[in-house]
């Protein structure tokens, strides 16, 4: 019997989920290895009984979290897909924001009509067995994890930095190109595919385990930035987790 | 005649989370709506305080599959913010990247969420066993048309090389001509669409109301124009409001918009009413196939129309391609800051209707106030009406019909609720 999988988003561009049909394309030999049994973006069919459930999107009020528990009960294996789900990504932009005025600037005084709470990756309300970073993922990477975690392996996330695979690619550096780039402190697998098209990594894909291990980068060295330069401007994708360091601060 | 009670909790197969309610009693409609119980996004609100050049990042976030159309859009809005002109080149390569998008998306529209329902399977896995040449031209024309995206801008979604007056990444001549050879090659794929789509049983359903598209008068419009209507309207992007009317409405996190009448529609459907005549040659053949003539008051035949556009797209990517490698492709630098703020809208038809994006932007180059607006928020008001006139005439018919009936409609809008939930009202101040 082939394991049963299945999808499920919380609040999200979906851009994730459509990584993952257009993953088909070149992988269609992907629905021979697994039973999905719900979708619901591209199916009508909704099967509760599933090894694996992959979660797209950041948990952003608290009606979802009693639906995502029952996720988490129902599946052996949980999945965060993409940096919504795993980080809170563009989502928790405006936790830094005072809460009321962005409700009241979005809905006016209609903004008690609307339930929310500040945006928040699955991990802060479940536990999560696996993370597949990036906004959007990466469609090879999606499917290495998938052959991963079917024949039981750790999936194969890197955690160097970026920097490493862009010298690689002999990407002229964005800072020697007058930009910015969190490429020494960010976790490589995407290819550095931002500074390959020219603008500067913003951390999709989340930190490297040990950020300050790269203290001494010697892009970092050659520009004069310390590693805390690079988390303060990690805000497009990182302001959950800035807001955890300086909460423990 | 008896009493009607459906509940479609997340309707299936469209983006984000929406119930369609239908309540009848003794053969009289009580209560008919979509809900849309999607989580509020606040994208407008978060781009306050951030520089002007990262708007259009963070709002292609708004959704995966409009991600090029709302980078443009964004795009478009900041440059009339600041004075800043594109160059010929960053038009050309704009509406090409647009092209790819359009055709991935309604090509997911057409093969893989709309067929299935009139091929009465519940999705497109089936479809692999019982129409597997249908499914693999459908994935061959999704890879097309993504290859072409990142082939601009490095990915569909999220594009990468999109900036405000320009790009950051420039395709080689080669590149473009592989892509041409494969959209040639992908004129055969058109017939069979159009083939595919005319066997399709589409249901008989027509309401008039209004049509609101851009309209250009030297092209079938995409990005900027004149927004046009079927009931006479012509406005400037810039007094948008006057059209959409924003209001606020409990059962939706997604506000509701109307122009003169109660509602109207926005869409590929919508497109063609207005702009019917500019679609290149083979799309209009490709319409009068089908049998679509404007004015379409059938609003499952939305489905068709993009089929139509799809025709168009791929004739239109061609003649881009020979434009840019008749002029060349050069690197061109990004525009500085002007070193004044100010406020501008910008544009565009993505794939499912107009949208719009409106900034405010400081001296200092971070934003101040920014509003956008949805196409499906936008047909939320249509697809209403649209009910409440469909359910009284299939009262009479079984309730698992009603209920196919009432989610093919929605679907037929192919509404992308996740998009739609994150309206704002600001009068800039
Ligand atoms: S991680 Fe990015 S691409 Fe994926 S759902 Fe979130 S916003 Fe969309
Ligand atoms: S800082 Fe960015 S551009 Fe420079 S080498 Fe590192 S990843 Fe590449
Ligand atoms: S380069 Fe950085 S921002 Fe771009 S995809 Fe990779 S991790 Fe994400």
Known sequence: MKPKVAFFDFTSCEGCQLTVVDSLQTHVDLLDVVEIVQFREA??????????AFVEGSISRESDEARLKEIRERAAVLVALGACAHLGGVNAIRNAMPLEDVRRYVYGDKADWYETYPARPLSAVVKVDAFIPGCPIDREEFIEVVKALLAGRKPPIPDFPMC????????????DRGGQCLGPVTRAGCGAICPTYGDGCEGCRGLIPDPNSEAMSDVLVKNGLTVDDMLARWSMFGTYQQMELAAKK | MGNVNIEVHHVTRVEGHGNIVVNAKNGVLEECRLDIVETPRFFEAMLRGRPYTQSSHITSRICGICAVGHATASLRATENALGIEPSAQTVLLRKLNFHGEMLDSHVLHVYMLVAPDMLGVGSVIPLVQIAPEAVLRALRLKKLAGDLCAVIAGRHTHPIAMAVG????????????ALRGRLVDARADMDETVKLAKTLPWPQFNRETEYVALRKEDEYAFIDGTITTTDGGKYA??????????????????KHCAHKRESYMVGALARFNVNHDKLHPRAKAAAEELGLKPICTNPYLNTAAQVVELVHCVEDAINIIDELVGRGVKPEPLPAFPGKGGEGAGSCEVPRGILFHNYQIGDDGNVIGANCIIPTGQNLANIDADMRALV???LDRPQDEIRQMMEMLVRAYDPCISCSVHFLDVRFV
Do not use: S
């Open chain 2, 392 to 394: 009284p005439q299939i």
């Open chain 1, 164 to 175: 490493v695979e862009c010298k690689r690619k002999e990407n002229v550096c964005m800072y």
């Open chain 2, 237 to 254: 992007i810039n007094d948008y409001r006057q059209v959409t009317n924003e209001r606020m409405v409990t059962h939706a996190t997604a």
């Open chain 2, 166 to 177: 320009g790009f950051t990444h420039f395709p080689t001549i080669a590149e473009l001509k």
């Open chain 1, 43 to 52: 199916m009508t069919e909704k099967g509760e009984d599933y090894l694996v």
